[in-house]
């Protein structure tokens, strides 16, 4: 079993015009996120997201960093092994990541795939279960990156074991 990257992102809303307020990836067993600062024509706001995450947009425009600091840094922390990123929603992250990389105007080194493409439709359940138990354990702030990314790993890796031990039998 391959260690894997794994990027995870809040965002402002489930819309069109949403865009990322927290990225955060874990490769090479370190976990780093960023506060993403909203550009100028980032506008929609949807309070049920925030509710969800908890994230202002007072606490961005204070502590956030600009989109192109995150971008770069984001860059910066990625190595050449870390040119896939696994997402538990391939098609919003993807997205959200294209729109911080546009306002940036820098290019991204990574691209993002499926982490349910990784792991195959016979472990789908057993990751999906096993993430959900973690989210009821209490040992994570859901729905903010970086206790995403951990729970994301920790059910890959329950997944890619459960299947690996159960074959071996």
């Given at each position: 079993m391959k260690e894997i990257a794994i990027i995870d992102i809040e965002a402002s809303g489930l819309h069109f015009d949403s865009y990322p307020i927290e990225v955060a990836v874990l490769a090479g067993g370190e976990c780093k996120s960023w506060l993403i600062k909203p550009e100028p024509?980032?506008?929609y706001w949807c309070e049920?997201?925030?509710s969800l995450h908890g994230i202002s947009r007072a606490l961005l425009e204070d502590e956030g960093l600009p989109a192109l600091d995150v971008a770069q840094q984001l860059n910066d922390f990625l190595s050449e092994s870390d040119t896939v990123l696994y997402s538990d929603a391939q098609y919003w992250d993807d997205d959200w990541i294209s729109t911080l990389y546009f306002a940036a105007k820098i290019e991204r080194f990574f691209h993002i795939e499926s982490?349910?493409?990784l792991i195959g439709a016979e472990r789908k359940h057993?990751?999906?279960s096993h993430k959900a138990f973690l989210a009821k354990s209490g040992r994570f702030q859901q729905h903010r990156a970086a206790d995403?990314?951990?729970m994301i790993n920790e059910a890959y890796l329950h997944a890619t074991q459960f299947l690996t031990s159960n074959n071996e039998h």
């Open positions: 024509n980032w506008q049920t997201a925030e982490i349910y493409e057993i990751f999906d995403d990314v951990q």
